[in-house]
């Protein structure tokens, strides 16, 4: 039998697009078709169309094209998936702290958060069995999803360590609540061993792995992919039916054809080298510039992030000075879900800091983290 997933009141009743039913049909062999209103496929630039496959490659096992959906960015496969799993009410466990546009998206479609502490080896998972008894207890929900940002986590940077995936694919088993393993950093790793990831521990079973071509290529390509079980991702392919149609294919191929080429493997070997370079000048730029103060933080062995503790200055009231000074960061509370939502121990955010160090360029964030500083006299 396959992971019992619970489906939204909303998927339960999505249906395929009829028109696409019926292209299946156009497609007989010898059927001329005037059914459906589209170009001249013989002059499209199709040679260039190739799967995202080899990007995979590190999961452990080949993914059929059933068990794989690409997506307009991995924003869009939090909205398929929200769509598909979440009811208003419904709880989603997230990290505290986690990406603010994943609390967005699971919000909108009217759930409710169960944060887990995170340490520098990401969401303290031992803890999960607890909160969520506790969440049946006070809300009488077993939490439909957990959402994880394995690798050099936005913002902590923290990686979830690898006795915590295998613990975490566990109590999805046990408990039958699907995990979403977001992935866009996870090729950027500076520094120590890769960890394999929950999909991989799990056979794939429970987990919905996603990962995108945004943080490795560029933001604006927006073109990301899922993977996980044939009938979920059924369903979310019916799910993106109603929002997009599908990811733009000039995007699809040109992205194609850059991996085919090899381009990204030499470009992922680039990087990694500019902005580990990036990370460590800003450790070095950051302790210099601080002089004492008591800021602290766990130097990130890849991604994008620096988070900083301020210990008891208000990131907020931080934000407003420095951006007077001319320097910008994220205050942390942006990275929490709500208090009210929730039954889970967060702390609201309120004394850490964002730094992202991969965009400034080297003679910026030396003078960013001067600016910075000076901020915290
Ligand atoms: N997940 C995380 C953890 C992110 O940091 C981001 C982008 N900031 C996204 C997903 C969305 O990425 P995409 O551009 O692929 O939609």
Redesign the pocket.
Request: net charge positive.
């Given at each position: 039998m396959g992971f019992p997933f619970r489906y939204s009141r909303a998927a339960e009743v999505m249906r395929p697009s009829p028109i696409r039913e019926l292209f299946k049909l156009t497609q007989r062999r010898g059927m001329i078709s005037f059914a459906g209103g589209l170009p001249d496929p013989m002059i499209f630039p199709v040679e260039e169309f190739a799967s995202c496959a080899e990007a995979l490659s590190e999961h452990g096992r080949e993914v059929p094209p059933e068990e794989m959906i690409i997506a307009t960015?991995?924003?869009?496969v939090?909205d398929m998936v929200s769509r598909v799993l979440l009811d208003p009410g419904d709880v989603v466990v997230v990290e505290a702290p986690t990406?603010p546009?994943?609390l967005h998206t699971f919000r909108s479609t009217g759930a409710r958060f169960l944060p887990v502490p995170c340490d520098e080896n990401g969401m303290c998972v031992e803890l999960l069995p607890g909160l969520i008894a506790r969440c049946r207890r006070d809300t009488g929900r077993l939490p439909k999803l957990i959402y994880s940002?394995i690798n050099f986590?936005?913002p902590s940077g923290a990686c979830l360590a690898a006795d915590r995936r295998v613990r975490l694919a566990e109590i999805a088993r046990e408990l039958a609540i699907p995990v979403l393993e977001?992935d866009?950093?996870g090729e950027l790793r500076y520094a120590g061993e890769p960890i394999p990831s929950v999909f991989s521990i799990a056979g794939g079973e429970g987990v919905i792995y996603a990962s995108?071509?945004?943080?490795i290529l560029a933001?604006g390509v927006?073109v990301?992919w899922a993977i996980g079980d044939p009938d979920l991702i059924r369903r979310l392919v019916i799910a993106k039916q109603g929002m997009d149609l599908c990811t733009p294919m000039v995007a699809q191929v040109v992205v194609s054809e850059y991996v085919e080429r090899g381009f990204l493997e030499s470009h992922l070997v680039k990087i990694r080298t500019h902005y580990a370079v990036k990370a460590r000048s800003m450790a070095t730029e950051m302790r210099a510039a601080l002089g004492g103060r008591p800021v602290s933080w766990s130097d990130p062995e890849g991604g994008f992030f620096l988070w900083l503790d301020l210990g008891d200055i208000d990131s907020q009231v931080l934000f407003a000075r420095a951006i007077e000074e001319g320097v910008a960061f994220l205050p942390g509370r942006a990275f929490y879900p709500g208090i009210d939502e929730t039954q889970g121990d967060a702390v609201n955010g309120a004394r850490f800091a964002r730094l992202c160090f991969t965009f400034a360029q080297p003679e910026e964030i030396a003078e960013g983290c001067r600016r910075l500083a000076r901020c915290l006299s």
């Open positions: 960015g991995s924003q869009q939090m990406y546009g994943a940002i986590s936005n977001d866009p950093y995108s071509f945004s943080k933001p927006r990301a």
